[in-house]
C-alpha cells in the first residue's frame, strides 16, 4: 500500500498553504530526510523533508497550487518493493475534507464559559476565636516570631534574602535568625533578586520551603517572572505533579519619601495570577497567623507587608501554633451604615475613618480583607446586604487595581442591594512625588475615606 | 540516540498531520550530549532544561507514550496534556522540566542543588541551556550563587551555533562558552557533543568534580540541530550545505555506528534488530499518543493550588 505524503502544518496557525514548488519528480527515490517540497505558509516558505523512504509514485497535488488544506494528500510514496500499480490502491477517499484540518484546542474553547471563577469563590476556611493570654507586639517581632515558630517546627523551612543574616534584615524582621537557626538555614545572598528567586523556586520544586525576603516588592520586579511563570504556573503545567511551597515576602506599597520607583502597592499584579496565593495582613496578631500559614502552605504565596506598620504594636495571642486561615476577610469593626473595605495600613486609615464618621451619627462597618487571592467575597457582600454601600480603599493605583475588581465583583452578586455606587478611594495615578505635600496628596487618608463613605451615604 | 532520532522525526510528522500543536523544537542532530551525559549520572541526580526537552526526558527514561501524549495533548501524557512539549516533568526520574522561558531554568536548577546539598544528599543537578540562554543575565546570577555556596551543579551549554535564527557570531561578543564561569572560578570545558564517548567522559569529570563539594562545573557542548528552532522555521539563516556537512561528517548515530561496526566488532545484524526495537517503541508512542482520550473538561480547573 503507497503511504501517502500530507499537506502538513508547519506553524502552530497555519490551516492551508501553497505547494510553491517540487524537489522530486515522479519515480525519484527518497530517502528520510530529502528534501521533497517547498510550501508557503502564513509565515515563510519551508522545505518539507521526508520521513520515510521509498519512491515517489505520484504527485496529487501540482505545484503552485494555493489553499492547499493541512493534511490534504499531495503525495503517494512506493515502498520497497511496490511498483506503479499499487497507485490504484490507495485509499484517497479517506482524505479529510480541507476544513478538517484538527484542531486540538478547538472543541473545548467553550469551556471557560461555565466556569467558576476562583478568585471569588473561595470557600471560607473555619478560624478559631482566641481567648487564652495574648501578648503585645509590634508587627516586625510578630513577624519573625512567625518565621522561628515554623523553622523550629519544620527543618525544611529556611529564610534567603538580602541581608537577612549578618545585618539582621534591612528591616530588622529576622533579628536573632542567624543566632538561632545558623547560616544553613538563614542565607544572605547577593543582590540578585531575578536569581535567588528562581533558586528558591528550585529549591521549593524539590521539597524544601524557602521564605524568600525582598527587602522591598519593587525589587521583585527583577524576579517577576520566577513568580510568575515558574512558581505560580508549574503545579498546572505539571498537571499536578510539581508543587511550589515558598513564601516571597516583604514590605509593598509606599514607605515615606521614598520616592516613585520605592513606592508602589503591587497587591493588584499579583492578585491577577492563578496559581498564587496572596496576603496583605494590617495585625500583627494576623501577620504572625499568616504567615504560619503561608509557610505552611503547599503553593507559593506572596505575602505583603507595609513597612510604615512594621513598628505599630498590637495584641498577638500568647502561643506558638497562632494560625491566621488564608482567604477569610475579617470584620475589624461593626456597623450598619455603609461598609469601608480595605487591606494592609489602609485598614488603619478605615477605622480612622470610621471613628470620625461615628461622630457624625454614620457606623461604619470596616473589612479588613487580609487575602487578596483567594478573596472573601462572601463577607463582603453579606456586609453590603446589611448596609448597602461599599467604600473600598487601597494606596494603589485605581487603573485595574483591587478596587476595582471588588467593585465589578458587587455588581456580579450584590447588585439588588446597592443604594449607591461602589467608591474607590485609591492613590493618584502618578508616580509617588518625593515632596511630603505631593507625598501625603497622592496617598489616600483617613479624611478621603470618611468623605467616600459621607457620598455613598448622601450625607452632607 | 536512535530512540530520540525517531522520536523526534515521528512528532515532527505527527506535527505536520495536526495531531501536536503549538510550538514543538526537535532535538534531531543533539542527541549524543543527553545520552552521553545521562551515562555520567546516577537515577538520584537531577535534570532539567529548557524547551526542547524530549530527547533529555527520554534519555533519563521517562515513557515515550507520555512524553508523546503529551506532545498530542491527551490525559495519557505526563502533565496530564496541560503543559504540552515545553513543560513535562517527572519526580520519578527526577527530571524538573521543561521551561519555556529561556534561561528561568538555570537559577531553578541552582535551586535544586542548593536543595540537594541542604538535605545532604550527595546529588547532582545538570541544568541545561543553549547558546542563546547563555547570555542572560538570570545565568550569571545563578554562577555567581553556585559558585559561593559551592552547590552541586553542572552546566550543560548545548551550543547548537543558532539561537533561534541569531548565530552565536551574531549573538556573543566572544564565541567560545566554557569559560563564561570563569569570572566566578568555575571550569569549564569544551567537548565534541557529537560524539557520545567524548560526552559521556566529560561529563564524568565534571559530575565527579561537582559531586566531591568542589562546586559547579560548565560543560560546552559543540552540537548542531538539524531541524529549525521550531515547526515554523524556515532556517533561511544557514545553507543546506551547512546542514548537509554536519549530517554527513558528524552525525552521533553515525559515528557511533561506525565505533560499533569496525572498532568494537558488533554485527550489522544487532543494529538492525535495535532499529527495528526503537521503530517499536516509536510506533507504540505514536500510537498511545492518539489514542489517549483528550482531557476531561474538569481538569480545566484541577491542579492550580495544591
Known sequence: MPIEILMPALSPTMTEGKLLKWHKNEGDAVASGDVMAEIETDKATM???????????????????????????????????????????????????????????????????????????????????????????????????????????????????????????????????????????????????????????????????????????????????????????????????????????????????????????????????????????????????????????????????????????????????????????????????????????????????????????????????????????????????????????????????????????????????????????????????????????????????AEAAKQVCYAK | MLEIRRFEEKAGQMYGMGLIGGFCHLYIGQEAVVIGMQAAVTDRDTVLTSYRDHGHMLARGMDPKGVMAELTGRRGGYSKGKGGSMHMFSQEKGFYGGHGIVAAQVPIGTGIAFAHKYKDENAVCLTYLGDGAINQGQVYESFNMAALWQLPVVYVIENNKYAMGTSIERGSARTDLYHRGHAYGIPGAQVDGMDVVAVKKAGELAVAHARSGKGPYILEMHTYRYRGHSMSDPAKYRTKEEVQKVRQERDPIERLRGVLLDEAGVEEAKLKDIDRKVKAIVTEAAEFAQHSPEPDASELYTDVYA
Open chain 1, 47 to 449: 522545505e518539507v523533508e521526508a520521513v520515510e523512504e521509498g519512491k515517489l509514485g505520484k504527485i496529487l497535488v501540482a505545484e503552485g497550487t494555493d489553499n492547499v488544506a493541512v493534511n490534504a494528500p499531495i503525495a503517494l510514496l512506493l515502498e520497497d518493493g511496490e511498483d506503479a500499480s499499487a497507485l490504484d490502491a490507495a485509499p484517497l477517499a479517506t482524505a479529510p475534507a480541507p476544513a478538517t484540518a484538527p484542531a486540538p484546542a478547538a472543541e473545548t474553547a467553550a469551556a471557560p464559559e461555565a466556569a467558576p471563577a476562583p478568585a471569588t469563590s473561595a470557600p471560607a476556611p473555619a478560624e478559631t476565636e482566641w481567648d487564652g493570654p495574648s501578648v503585645t507586639l509590634t508587627v516586625r517581632e510578630a513577624l519573625r516570631d512567625a518565621m522561628a515558630e515554623e523553622m523550629r517546627r519544620d527543618p525544611d523551612v529556611f529564610l534567603m534574602g538580602e541581608e537577612v543574616a549578618q545585618y539582621q534584615g534591612a528591616y530588622k524582621i529576622s533579628q536573632g535568625l542567624l543566632e538561632e537557626f545558623g547560616a544553613k538555614r538563614v542565607i544572605d545572598t547577593p543582590i540578585t533578586e531575578h536569581g535567588f528567586a528562581g533558586v528558591g523556586v528550585g529549591a521549593a520544586f524539590y521539597g524544601l520551603k524557602p521564605i524568600v525576603e525582598f527587602m522591598t516588592f519593587n525589587f521583585a520586579m527583577q524576579a517577576v517572572d520566577h513568580i510568575v511563570n515558574s512558581a505560580a504556573k508549574t503545579r498546572y503545567m505539571s498537571g499536578g505533579q510539581v508543587s511550589s511551597p515558598i513564601v516571597f515576602r516583604g514590605p509593598n506599597g509606599a514607605a515615606a519619601r521614598v520616592a516613585a520607583q520605592h513606592s508602589q502597592c503591587y497587591a493588584s499584579w499579583y492578585m491577577h495570577l492563578p496559581g498564587l496565593k496572596v496576603v496583605a495582613p494590617w495585625s500583627a496578631a494576623d501577620a504572625k497567623g499568616l504567615l504560619k500559614s503561608a509557610i505552611r502552605d503547599p503553593n507559593p504565596v506572596v505575602f505583603l507587608e507595609n513597612e510604615v506598620m512594621y513598628g505599630q504594636s498590637f495584641e498577638v495571642p500568647d502561643t506558638d501554633d497562632w494560625t491566621v486561615p488564608i482567604g477569610k476577610a475579617k470584620i475589624v469593626r461593626p456597623g450598619k451604615d455603609v461598609t469601608i473595605a480595605a487591606f494592609s495600613i489602609m485598614v488603619g486609615k478605615a477605622l480612622e475613618a470610621a471613628e470620625a464618621l461615628a461622630a457624625e451619627g454614620i457606623e461604619a462597618e470596616v473589612i479588613d480583607l487580609r487575602s487578596l487571592r483567594p478573596l472573601d467575597t462572601a463577607t463582603i457582600v453579606d456586609s453590603v446586604k446589611k448596609t448597602n454601600r461599599l467604600v473600598f480603599a487601597e494606596e494603589g493605583w485605581p487603573s485595574a487595581g483591587v478596587g476595582a475588581e471588588i467593585a465589578a465583583l458587587m455588581m456580579e452578586h450584590a447588585f439588588d442591594w446597592l443604594d449607591a455606587p461602589v467608591k474607590r478611594v485609591c492613590g493618584a495615578d502618578v508616580p509617588m512625588p518625593y515632596a511630603a505635600n505631593l507625598e501625603k496628596l497622592a496617598l489616600p487618608q483617613a479624611t478621603n475615606i
